[in-house]
Nanobody, 120 residues
Framework: QVQLVESGGDLVQPGGSLRLSCAAS????????MGWYRQAPGKQREVVAT???????VYAESVRGRFTIFRDNAKNTVYLQMNSLKPEDTAVYYC??????????????WGQGTQVTVSS
């Protein structure tokens, strides 16, 4: 019905930068809240940042000031700009979106995950 396709994960050195992208496609009336989550080996999935359709943002304390989430509503795409990357940022990053298929019905969807590795 709806799919989220992620791209941009890579191996980078500490202090480096990376930009993740996530595009929603399918039966879409409107894309509402979007966000990025990450999961490191042996740890629970945690929220990194979220952004509303009106561009209100919320960041995890661990990434505030280094990461920026933004979106293009016309393209149903959300991005995560990651700067000053640290080894602790190493994780699989997942895109999430609440998508309305009709005016009154919405569902939550996840991307396939993209690996970000920060290592010297």
């Amino acid at each position: 019905q709806v799919q989220l396709v992620e791209s941009g994960g890579d191996l980078v050195q500490p202090g480096g930068s990376l930009r993740l992208s996530c595009a929603a496609s399918g039966s879409i009336f409107r894309v509402n809240l979007m966000g990025w989550y990450r999961q490191a080996p042996g740890k629970q999935r945690e929220v990194v940042a979220t952004i509303t359709r009106g561009l209100t943002t919320v960041y995890a304390e661990s990434v505030r000031g280094r990461f920026t989430i933004f979106r293009d509503n016309a393209k149903n795409t959300v991005y995560l700009q990651m700067n000053s990357l640290k080894p602790e940022d190493t994780a699989v990053y997942y895109c999430n979106a609440d998508v309305s298929s009709t005016f009154v019905t919405s569902n939550d969807y996840w991307g396939q995950g993209t690996q970000v590795t920060v290592s010297s």
